[in-house]
């Protein structure tokens, strides 16, 4: 056997692989691909004497030198990439980038036939056959067998049998060629060979990085395994099984398969599978324990959101339970201080969760915690108070006043409550959408708002209530400001110097000042005369016909249930009858007398008129105009009934008054007087209704006078018309005269 370059001293087998142990980058030489042995010719067996040269390859490029030989596992040293071998046995090679290639075992025989077989060949591959003898040209025909069993004949011409997807098995081939002789024929029998079918691929192995992954964490799964350098050109598929089941996506060319989180309920056996299509050879690894690392739960925190003073009634709150460290599935729970069940429970792998609570209301209020437990123990967070923010509610404004009516002056308080809210509350104060002020409220509760009250004051108020959550107004309240009386003014009309007994006098009282409804009453000589409301404020009237005993001093007074308030007195003085009064009366009074029919009547007149006048109780209110009374009907009786008043006249009659009127027939000696009488009401003349004349006729008086002589002077005629009038009483049936 020859080698290029010198051939070191043997080294026994059990010191090479020592040093190989020793070697550095051993534990990387386990996972580098194996050398692979070409030989040229191809054929594991050749004739003795013939030479054969072996070249050692790794899977990346063609060998070139420094690379290492083996012959029956004793190292040769090392040498070119290339040597030529000349001897049988078993033989090896390693590159710097590769771990130890697979043995090759070539022959060198002296037999004259001998079986070769093809070199490489791997499993699935077709291989060839040649049985060949030393003198080819003495070969009559050949026959191949296989285990001794009789595969095929073939005639000299055709050397080379094929064999079809071969397997690594241990069948033993061998041919037999008949060999001609000047005497005869010879069958000449070959050794026995074993084809080395070499793997196409070595059986894969599993890698876990990392070996012991923390529970969590990502896993990387690696099904290692090569083709040679003269089978690059075939495609591997991969697939990987935890048990018996098959992991995601299955079958693919890729030979890594990432695992995102690797679980602790993801623990088992895994190993993968590789494959060639074509030849369809199918291997898979050793299987490998995975472990996983679980780390225990620590600093677990609780969280608020929204954050501390954010947090609205009827909003909603989110607890956030998180933890530093911890591994796997954690059971996340939430407690509130008080209450034995949980809030909520959930299973997570993950750092964090959250429980959410849609509607927070004023009982969620209080102190909470969270747990996380991964199976090592629940671990608690701290506590953390929460106070949910209550939004004012609407208000209710009250009024408070020191007596039952709100007066001008008085000192109203304004208070104003929001029965919900969280403080502080500010209060404002309104008067028909004005503000007035404001108030706060710190602690809660109500607040108030004090008010001196003067006229302008009355009308609505209204107040807000706000506390940073939305401003609530309360309901509109009215307040209605009563303003006592002024001291009123008393007027006459007509005024006293123009005044006569008679008149319709109109006293009119009005105070400038006061709350309605207003009471006013009239008096005369502090005594009253009557009253009259103003229900609208303002003032009021009363009437009153004028007699002469109404001369004297007038006041009238305002009330509005605040106190009555005196007007200043006013003096009322007139004279008595009217000259153009006074004389038709006496006229016509003597024209009565006259009359020789109306003497019994005048008699009775003059007695009964005398004994009134004497006594005051026949004061004249006037009389009415001769015009009412023109060319009276003489043919009718006395009853003839007598004009109503005017609808200006006083409210009601003081006492019974009796009206004269006055009528002349036409002769100048004689004249006559109907005098009629209303009914006299009792009581006080200025509260009695107006007594109204039904069917009943008045009863009728007549005076007859006669004119007196010429030679009288007027005043006499006055005179004795005043002394000496009489009256005469005038039946309704007397007839007509």
Known sequence: ??????????????????????????????????????????????FKGEKVNLTCKDGRSWAQRYEFWYYNRISLGSGAGTIQIDTSGYYTCKTPRSSLSDPVHVEFLSDWLILQASHPVFEGEDVTLRCLGKEEKDISEKTYYKNKGKMRQWPQYQSEFRIHSVSRDNSKYHCTASRKYFWGTWKETSKHLKIQVQELFPQPV?????????????????????????????????????????????????????????????????????????????????????????????????????????????????????VAKGTGTIAFSWHREGTERSLGRKMMRALSAELRIAAVREQDAGRYYCSADNMQGPILSKWIRVTPRIPASRPILTVKTPRALAVLGDMVELRCEAQRGSPPILYQFYHEDVILGSSSAPSGGGASFNLSLTAEHSGNYACEADNNLGAQRSEAVTLSVTVPVS???????????????????????????????????????????????????????????????????????????????????????????STSKVIPITVGVIGCLLSVPGLAATAYLVSYFRTQRKSGGLPAT???SPKEHQEPSWSRPCSTEPHRRPHSEPPAVMELQPVYSNVNPGDDNLVYSQIWSSQQTSGNPARSPRTHWKDEEPAVIYSELKKAPPEDTVGQAHEDAAENYENLLCAPSAPDR
């Open 1 to 46: 056997m020859g080698f290029p370059c010198h051939r070191p001293d043997q080294v026994p087998v059990l010191l090479w692989l020592l040093l190989l142990i020793l070697a550095p980058g051993r534990e990387q030489s386990e996972a580098l691909p194996k050398a692979f042995l070409l030989l040229e010719p191809p054929w594991s067996r050749a």
């Open 206 to 322: 599993l890698r876990v990085r990392p070996s012991q992954p923390i529970e969590g964490s990502p896993v990387k799964l690696k099904c290692e395994t090569w083709l040679p350098p003269p089978r690059s050109y075939i495609w591997l598929q991969f697939c990987f099984f935890r048990e018996d089941k098959v992991l995601e996506p299955g079958w693919s060319n890729s030979s890594e398969l990432q695992i995102p989180t690797m679980w602790s309920e993801d623990l088992g056996s895994y190993w993968c599978q590789a494959k060639t299509v074509t030849p369809n050879i199918i291997k898979e690894s050793l299987r490998s324990q995975i472990r996983v690392q679980r780390i225990p739960v620590s600093d677990v925190n609780l969280e608020i959101q929204p954050p501390g003073g954010q947090l609205i009634e009827g909003g909603e709150m989110v607890l956030i339970c998180s």
């Open 487 to 577: 001291r009123p003014v008393l007027t006459l009309n007509p005024a006293g110097p123009q005044a006569v007994v008679g008149d319709l006098l109109e006293l009119r009282c009005e105070a400038q000042r006061g709350s309605p409804p207003i009471v006013y009453w009239f008096y005369h000589e502090d005594v009253i005369l009557g009253n009259t409301s103003a229900p609208s404020g303002g003032g009021a009237s009363f009437n009153l016909s004028l007699t002469t005993e109404h001369s004297g001093n007038y006041s009238c007074g305002a009330d509005n249930g605040l106190g009555v308030q005196r007007s200043y007195m006013v003096t009322l003085n007139f004279t008595g009858h």
């Open 622 to 624: 006037g009389t009415p």
